[in-house]
């Protein structure tokens, strides 16, 4: 697939490393880092004062056998990978870890780093499965344990006036995300959907104030980009974690454009921007249990088969890639009734599922161009 634009290396070299070098000049400044695990946690809160949020990933992991020594194999390898470059030493440099307890792959996570190598600082959200009035009240309590603990560690102040200042700041970032996703509405996009997922994947692992510079340089250099047009089919890309811009690049090396992603840590819905104004704990509660819709939350199923047709609507997207880790409860629930309304609704859905690392790259390219055949481009 043509690329009208090169990126600039360091967005590569952020998503190459699983703590990159912004965070390592934030931290030579006198910054501390707390590393997360899931988008329930909110990521203002830890942007607080001399503390930033950075998004976990285990890029490089080429087997998980100490990991594998303490959870099971069918825990998914997102976590499994987690562990084991934990358990190696490539986490050392974070000052705490932020968890959610989203599912029970992440509470053993939890369970065994704080077990095995208890970190500096270390902790764990409770998150309702219901997105009521009680629930985003339950939320906020828990958000505001959260701030007392870091608040008490690492003498930091996260009260009410430093929040609204981070929800502001993190509001600047996500404004320049938006426009480079709305970039990819274009007929002929000036990004590919690599491209966005290596920007986006960056994006999440580093201090926002230290990378939103870059992105708007990108920004305003993709304004008046050539577009690609060589490519066979639009595709929203949906389903659990995924952070590799590798997975992307094989199905966008046989003719498919993805040009939307609703997955994780993807543009749709997680680039909404955060509500300003009024108590920060009750309104960072109520955007994780409203905003971001996982499995977790089973009694919105409707909405998220409504995003993504929302999402191939927008985007003029011909069809959906639909991946799934392996061994995900929530997700290997969710998957088949998925495709099932999808289709229904006349989109045609290709389903995938996936290790955490890259694998099989020649059966992805092959299914993918199975698919885009079956679709007649």
């Not at 998503?15 to 695990?37: C, F, H, W």
């Not at 929800?167 to 959907?193: C, F, H, T, W």
């Not at 089919?233 to 609703?262: M, N």
Request: charged content about 25%; overall charge negative.
């Amino acid at each position: 697939m043509k690329q009208p634009i090169v990126l600039d290396r360091v967005f590569e070299e952020m998503v190459e490393s699983p703590v990159n070098v912004m965070v390592d000049r934030a931290l030579e400044s006198g910054r501390k880092v707390i590393g997360y695990t899931c988008t329930y946690v909110p990521e203002p809160l830890l942007n607080v004062g001399p503390l930033f949020g950075v998004r976990l990933r285990a890029p490089g992991v080429r087997g998980t056998p100490m990991a594998d020594t303490y959870l099971s194999n069918v825990i998914c390898s997102y976590t499994r990978s987690l562990l084991e470059l934990a358990l190696e030493g490539a986490f050392d440099t974070l000052n705490g870890w932020v968890f959610a307890a989203s599912c029970d792959h992440m509470r053993r996570l939890y369970d065994n780093l704080d077990y095995l190598q208890p970190p500096e600082f270390i902790h764990i959200l409770d998150v309702p499965h219901k997105k009521t009035p009680a629930a985003v009240a339950w939320m906020a309590e828990e958000l505001s344990m959260l701030a007392a603990k870091l608040s008490e560690r690492f003498e930091v102040s996260v009260d009410g006036e430093g929040l609204r200042d981070s929800i502001a700041r993190y509001n600047q970032y996500l404004a320049v995300m938006r426009e480079l996703a709305e970039l990819r509405k274009r007929d002929q996009p000036p990004i590919s959907g690599t491209q966005f997922m290596t920007v986006m994947t960056a994006a999440s692992s580093a201090p926002k104030d230290l990378v939103v510079p870059g992105l708007q340089k990108l920004l305003a250099a993709l304004q008046d980009a050539p577009g690609i047009d060589d490519y066979r089919a639009r595709l929203v890309l949906a389903g659990s974690q995924c952070d590799d811009p590798g997975y992307t690049k094989v199905i966008e090396s046989v003719g498919g454009l993805v040009v939307a992603d609703r997955t994780c840590i993807g543009s749709i819905p997680g680039l909404a921007a955060v509500e300003e104004g009024g108590d920060p704990f009750e309104i960072l509660a109520r955007r994780s249990l409203t905003n971001i819709s996982c499995p977790r939350m089973m009694e919105e199923f409707d909405g998220r088969v409504a995003e993504i047709v929302e999402a191939v609507r927008d985007y003029k997207a011909d069809g959906v890639v639909l991946q799934t880790m392996k061994f995900c409860d929530t997700w290997g629930v969710e998957a088949s009734p998925m495709v099932t309304e999808l289709r229904k609704a006349g989109i045609p859905v290709l389903r995938l599922e996936r290790e955490y690392a890259l694998s099989s790259e020649g059966q992805l390219s092959t299914r993918v161009q199975a698919f885009l055949e079956s679709m007649g481009k």
